[in-house]
C-alpha cells in the first residue's frame, strides 16, 4: 500500500520560510516522478515543483521560481520543499504526489499522477 504523508504547514507571515516534507512509503521515490502541487480555495490544482524523469533536473512554476525549492533524500525516501520569501497568493493546501515513469505523459497534469498525499495547509498572512 502506498502511502504519502506531507508535513511541515502552518501559518506564516510574507517574507517568511517554510519546509514541507512528504514521507513515502509503499514505493521507491527514485523510480517515481514526484512532485508538489498546491490547490488555493476556487482555483484548480496546480504544479508547483517536480522532478524530471532523469532525476538530473528540477521545474518549477514561474510563480515560484527562485522562491522554492525541490529536493530529495532517497535514503530516507522523503521529498522536500523549501519555501522561502512566502506571498500571500501561495496560501494554498500542499500535496505530494507521484506518478509512475510512462514516457509521453503530462506531468503538469494532475491527472499524470498516481498517488497523492491529504495535504498541508500553507497559510501566508499579509
Known amino acids: 500500500q502506498v502511502n504519502l504523508v506531507e508535513s511541515g504547514g502552518g501559518l506564516v507571515q510574507a517574507g517568511g520560510s517554510l519546509r514541507l516534507s512528504c514521507a513515502a512509503s509503499?514505493?521507491?521515490?527514485?523510480?517515481?516522478?514526484m512532485a508538489w502541487f498546491r490547490q488555493a480555495p476556487g482555483k484548480e490544482r496546480e504544479l508547483v515543483a517536480r522532478?524530471?524523469?532523469?532525476?538530473?533536473?528540477?521545474i518549477f512554476a514561474d510563480s515560484v521560481k527562485g522562491r522554492f525549492t525541490i529536493s530529495r533524500d532517497n535514503a530516507k525516501n522523503m521529498v522536500y520543499l523549501q519555501m522561502n520569501n512566502l506571498k500571500s497568493e501561495d496560501t494554498a493546501v500542499y500535496y505530494c504526489a507521484a506518478a509512475q515513469k510512462t514516457p509521453g505523459s503530462n506531468w503538469q497534469s494532475s491527472a499524470t499522477y498516481n498517488y497523492w498525499g491529504r495535504g498541508t495547509q500553507v497559510t501566508v498572512s499579509s
Open positions: 522532478f524530471a524523469w532523469s532525476l538530473m533536473t528540477t
Open positions: 509503499g514505493l521507491t521515490i527514485s523510480t517515481y516522478v
